[in-house]
């Protein structure tokens, strides 16, 4: 029997739909994961160049290739036994994080995203020593990760997220 996927759910995620891991609840909040996270990548997960030296080599072209297909596979594999409430959180949490990236990071010079850089390099020596000491800033860098490798620059931050993330109540919702 086949199985119909519904929109925007990776192929890498049916065998954990086969073996009931995923509800049609968790789907949908999976596929709002990928429409969320693809209205701020402004590049692909697996570029172009990628996706040719792969498909030559194996045949086939890889099922990751947005950056959403990323997120929603990875999300899934690691909280697919999570309730559907805790798993709408974790989305939420990304949703606020890439928002956060945008805002932060949107017109900023090199030289402040190498001192968000030299800050971790400084709070890793640090923390080594003393455990949890100045999470920000490592928080900061994946920020930043996420921002450049995404290259969520690229995109306008839209109105509609622009009012959830003003409205986004972090003690209540984010994990």
């Known amino acids: 029997m086949e199985l ?16 009931g891991l995923l ?56 909280y697919y036994l999570e309730s559907e409430e805790s798993l709408r959180r974790i989305v939420d949490t990304i949703r606020f994080d890439l928002i956060s990236a945008h805002l932060i990071f949107s017109g900023k010079p090199d030289h402040y995203k190498d001192k968000i850089r030299a800050d971790v390099l400084f709070s890793k020596g640090i923390d080594s020593a003393l455990p949890n000491q100045n999470l920000e800033s490592q928080h900061l860098e994946i920020l930043l990760n996420y921002f450049e490798n995404m290259e969520i620059g690229n995109k306008p931050l839209s109105l509609q997220d622009k009012a959830w ?11």
Request: overall charge negative; aromatic content about 8%; charged content about 25%.
């Open 4 to 19: 119909t996927l519904p929109k925007h759910v990776n192929p890498e995620l049916i065998p954990m739909i086969r073996q």
């Open 23 to 78: 509800s049609p609840e968790k789907l949908a909040i999976l596929s709002e994961l990928h429409t969320i996270v693809e209205r701020f990548a402004g590049s692909l997960y697996t570029d172009e160049e990628t996706q040719k030296k792969i498909l030559e080599k194996t045949g086939s072209i890889p099922d990751l290739i947005t950056w959403g297909d990323y997120f929603q596979t990875e999300v899934a594999s690691r």
């Open 165 to 175: 993330y003003e409205s986004f109540q972090i003690d209540e919702i984010a994990i």
